[in-house]
């Protein structure tokens, strides 16, 4: 409703006590997807209906698109995307309500189709590409799925350069890969500064930066503690 008035919100007030809506790293407020929807949808329902179904057709295109990069057999494409899009978990994140999974599904796959296209083409551009694909896991505030991604991107880089040292008995091959992985890694954060920013201020100035650790063991119960009060209210019912 407020991006609909042209109010750009910073601040929920209406939520956990009022928290950073722009900051709070699982905010999708710059997500393009997310954007479009909260402007066309009065009804939350209506939108995150329109955000799943937009996001299963790009999880078939996007998987096509690297898909292809390893066959043109129009059956197995669209064996492997139905499989995909039409299992039990993927069902299980959209009745759920899980949207930061469907988003790691949308645009891995187009993460991977850029990084193919540069492994095979040395083109920086599909290097700039996959780095732009990848911001998105960050405007939406998939944040594990951020992480998985990485570690994902990490092991691809890592076989491309044991590849080319396999191919060219050359060390300096591996050190140039890794200095593509910087590269790339670098480019993720300049698309993603608009996002990243607010988060690190919002880290900044975070109650937690204020309590210490010591504080919050001295107020947590002890495990026989928790144990015990378990039992108790079991016993009670």
Same mark, same amino acid.
């Given at each position: 409703?407020?991006?609909?008035? *042209?109010?750009?919100? =910073?601040?929920?007030?209406?939520?956990? *006590? *009022?928290?950073?809506?722009?900051?709070?790293?699982?905010?999708?407020?710059?997500?393009?997807?997310?954007?479009?929807?909260?402007?066309?949808?009065?009804?939350?329902? =209506?939108?995150?209906?329109?955000?799943?179904? %937009?996001?299963?057709?790009?999880?078939?295109?996007?998987?096509?698109?690297?898909? @292809?990069?390893?066959?043109?057999?129009? =059956?197995? #494409?669209?064996?492997?995307?139905?499989? %995909? %899009?039409?299992?039990?978990?993927?069902?299980?994140? #959209?009745?759920?309500?899980?949207?930061?999974?469907?988003?790691?599904?949308?645009?891995?796959?187009?993460?991977?189709?850029?990084?193919?296209?540069?492994?095979?083409?040395?083109? $920086?551009?599909?290097?700039?590409?996959?780095?732009?694909?990848?911001?998105?896991?960050?405007?939406? *505030?998939?944040?594990?799925?951020?992480?998985?991604?990485?570690?994902?991107?990490?092991?691809?880089?890592?076989?491309?350069?044991?590849?080319?040292?396999?191919?060219?008995?050359?060390?300096?091959?591996?050190?140039?890969?890794?200095? $593509?992985?910087?590269?790339?890694?670098?480019?993720?954060?300049?698309?993603?500064?608009?996002?990243? #920013?607010?988060?690190?201020?919002?880290?900044?100035?975070? #109650?937690?930066?204020?309590?210490?650790?010591?504080?919050?063991?001295?107020?947590?119960?002890?495990?026989?503690?928790?144990?015990? @009060?378990?039992?108790?209210?079991?016993?009670?019912?």
């Amino acid at each position: 409703v407020n991006l609909q008035q *042209g109010i750009f919100s =910073l601040w929920d007030s209406f939520s956990m *006590g *009022g928290y950073s809506s722009i900051g709070h790293p699982q905010s999708q407020l710059f997500y393009p997807p997310s954007l479009l929807s909260a402007i066309l949808f009065n009804d939350q329902i =209506l939108g995150m209906r329109f955000i799943f179904l %937009l996001h299963l057709m790009l999880i078939g295109l996007f998987t096509t698109l690297l898909l @292809r990069q390893f066959t043109k057999n129009p =059956l197995v #494409i669209l064996t492997a995307v139905a499989l %995909l %899009l039409f299992n039990s978990s993927m069902s299980l994140f #959209i009745s759920n309500g899980n949207p930061a999974e469907i988003f790691t599904f949308t645009w891995l796959p187009l993460v991977f189709y850029f990084l193919l296209r540069w492994e095979k083409t040395n083109n $920086f551009k599909f290097l700039a590409g996959g780095a732009l694909a990848f911001s998105m896991l960050v405007y939406s *505030g998939a944040v594990f799925g951020v992480h998985l991604s990485l570690v994902a991107v990490g092991l691809f880089f890592l076989l491309v350069g044991i590849k080319q040292f396999i191919k060219t008995h050359s060390l300096l091959q591996v050190l140039l890969t890794g200095i $593509f992985l910087t590269s790339f890694i670098a480019l993720i954060v300049s698309f993603s500064a608009p996002r990243l #920013i607010p988060i690190m201020e919002y880290q900044n100035h975070s #109650i937690r930066s204020v309590i210490p650790l010591e504080a919050a063991e001295k107020n947590s119960l002890n495990f026989s503690t928790l144990s015990q @009060r378990i039992m108790d209210s079991v016993w009670l019912y």
